[in-house]
């Protein structure tokens, strides 16, 4: 498997633009999950979806934040207009979720990208 | 509800020295318990997890945890440190709906 796949790895844009992050997750996997890092607050839960459906968006910062997740295999993290606060790597991660199992709830985590808004 | 809190968010050692990273957790249910290294401009991997079998676990790279649910605690050891450790470290707590909660993070440095 070629796990959590994120793109672009790197994306540097002007306030005011919009900008678009995408994730697959891995196959199989029904839990996926946003999350920002930066220096000032860490690592922050965004959002998560399980079976495409957003169930807990209250890490979101913001309206000009919003995910979708239109089916099993791809995810899209939209900011507009973005702002130089924006500028964080952003990671997605997937899971194998579900009511107990030695296996479950781990996560994989994709490589990350690279926001810098000026 | 759950939390998981890292007690020390820097931890320096010398190489070769044993390394203690510390984490304490609360959760309502049982729950899984992981730790998450992440070199610098990387993502986060698994180093390690329990899941309600063994109390001592063993992960890659030479660390191991041991889980007390008398102390609420899942402190993460490696017996000799290498530089290559030199990263920062997350603590996670998991129940079964499928959410996670991470630690603040313990940066690692390990001296030549």
């Given at each position: 498997?070629?796990?959590?796949?994120?793109?672009?790895?790197?994306?540097?844009?002007?306030?005011?633009?919009?900008?678009?992050?995408?994730?697959?997750?891995?196959?199989?996997?029904d839990y996926l999950f946003w999350y920002r890092q930066t220096m000032m607050r860490g690592l922050e839960l965004l959002i998560y979806f399980n079976n495409?459906?957003?169930?807990?968006?209250?890490?979101?910062?913001?309206?000009?934040?919003?995910?979708?997740?239109?089916?099993?295999?791809?995810?899209?993290?939209?900011?507009?207009?973005?702002?130089?606060?924006?500028?964080?790597?952003?990671?997605c991660a997937s899971s194998l979720g579900g009511a107990g199992g030695s296996s479950y709830n781990e996560q994989f985590f994709g490589p990350g990208t690279r926001l810098t808004v000026l | 509800a759950q939390s998981v809190t890292q007690l020390d968010s820097h931890v320096s050692v010398s190489e070769g020295t044993p390394v203690l990273l510390r984490c304490n957790y609360s959760s309502s249910y049982s729950?899984?318990?992981?730790?998450?290294?992440?070199?610098?401009n990387k993502g986060l991997q698994l180093l390690l997890k329990y899941t309600s079998a063994a109390t001592l676990v063993k992960g890659i790279n030479g660390f191991e945890a041991e889980f007390k649910k008398s102390e609420t605690s899942f402190h993460l050891t490696k017996p000799s440190a290498h530089m290559s450790d030199a990263a920062e470290y997350f603590c996670v707590v998991s129940t079964?709906?499928?959410?996670?909660?991470?630690?603040?993070g313990t940066t690692l440095t390990v001296k030549p």
């Open positions: 498997d070629a796990g959590v796949i994120q793109s672009p790895r790197h994306e540097v844009t002007e306030m005011g633009q919009e900008v678009t992050l995408r994730c697959k997750p891995i196959s199989g996997h495409n459906v957003p169930i807990d968006d209250s890490g979101m910062p913001e309206d000009r934040f919003s995910a979708k997740m239109p089916n099993a295999s791809f995810s899209t993290l939209k900011i507009q207009p973005s702002e130089p606060r924006d500028s964080a790597v952003y990671f | 729950p899984s318990l992981f730790w998450y290294v992440q070199h610098p079964n709906a499928g959410k996670s909660t991470f630690g603040d």
